[in-house]
Nanobody, 128 residues
Framework: QLQLVESGGNSVQPGGSLRLSCTASGLSLNYKNLAWFRQAPGKEREGVACISNVGGSRNYEDFVKGRFTIARDNAKNAMFLRMNSLTPEDTAIYFC?????????????????????WGQGTQVTVSS
């Protein structure tokens, strides 16, 4: 069974940066699409960024384009989210998610229903 654990969340000032990590155990991430979602207080969970199983193609929601970068390291069985130029609107719990295995290229999406494994989340707070 795949287990995902997020880390790296913290409190930062506006304009600051953080790097979130998602470490997997139990199964390999190699053939899975991976994604980051977030849930702000009082709001529904929303997609942030995803990276495909093969080739590493990426998709980002408009509100993070140019500021966030998603990456994966299959050798480490991990995924990362580099977040720059953080604003208070980025305050949320950030979740990593993994899809089922696919052994051919599958474009990643930011639909929650496309992901079957989820971490417990890590808190990011952006405040002055």
């Amino acid at each position: 069974q795949l287990q995902l654990v997020e880390s790296g969340g913290n409190s930062v000032q506006p304009g600051g940066s953080l790097r979130l990590s998602c470490t997997a155990s139990g199964l390999s991430l190699n053939y899975k699409n991976l994604a980051w979602f977030r849930q702000a207080p009082g709001k529904e969970r929303e997609g942030v960024a995803c990276i495909s199983n093969v080739g590493g193609s990426r998709n980002y929601e408009d509100f993070v384009k140019g500021r966030f970068t998603i990456a994966r390291d299959n050798a480490k069985n991990a995924m990362f989210l580099r977040m720059n130029s953080l604003t208070p609107e980025d305050t949320a719990i950030y979740f990593c998610a993994a899809s089922d295995n696919s052994f051919s290229y599958t474009p990643c999406t930011l639909r929650e229903t496309d992901y079957v494994s989820w971490g417990q989340g890590t808190q990011v707070t952006v405040s002055s």
